[in-house]
């Protein structure tokens, strides 16, 4: 099949790695999330050889992730697999999650859905990476993104520019420290969040009280 196209990945993907690299260089396994056309699958796995790099879409983008891993043909790309954040997650853990341009076009009980998923999977001292555009105290961040805001709310009003606070939330709920937040090309944001080790023991003890 032609391969999917989307020009936005290949105009991030540059920036996205400078912080990846900073992050996941002692990584085995990551899991992307929302892997869409596959691009930045190949590429981050071919600049990061050490590490595992699982993609993972709904199953309509499957045909198209396959494409670009075959055509790559690298050893650390396993096919990717089926992961709706609404449908059971895989019953495996990674040290590390990623996501990029996904939070957005998500209505907000899948965004809640996601980081209960991310939660599941992800393990003590692991990393969760998201790169987006995101709203900061409750407003936006430039005149571009209040009119992509516009375009996806007649595209489907469920989804949207999320609040970083109320994102951070989330995270912080299921043990994620905020390490680092970008500012990326095109206003866009790449966030690191953490696992707290400390998170997991209090969830040990008081799961065996």
Sequence with gaps: MTKPFAPSCERNQGPILEVLLRHLGGTRRVLEIGSGTGQHAMHFAAAMPWLVWQSSDRADNLPGIAAWLDDAALPNTPPAIELDVDAPWPDTTFDAVFTANSLHIMGW??????????????????LLVVYGPFNYNGDFTSDSNRAFEQWLKDRDPASGIRDFEAIDTLARGIGLVLIEDNAMPANNRCLAWQRSVRHAHDLELSEGS
Excluded: D, M, W, Y
């Design 109 to 126: 009980p899948q965004v809640e859905a996601f980081f209960a998923g991310v939660g599941a999977v992800l393990e003590v001292g692991g």
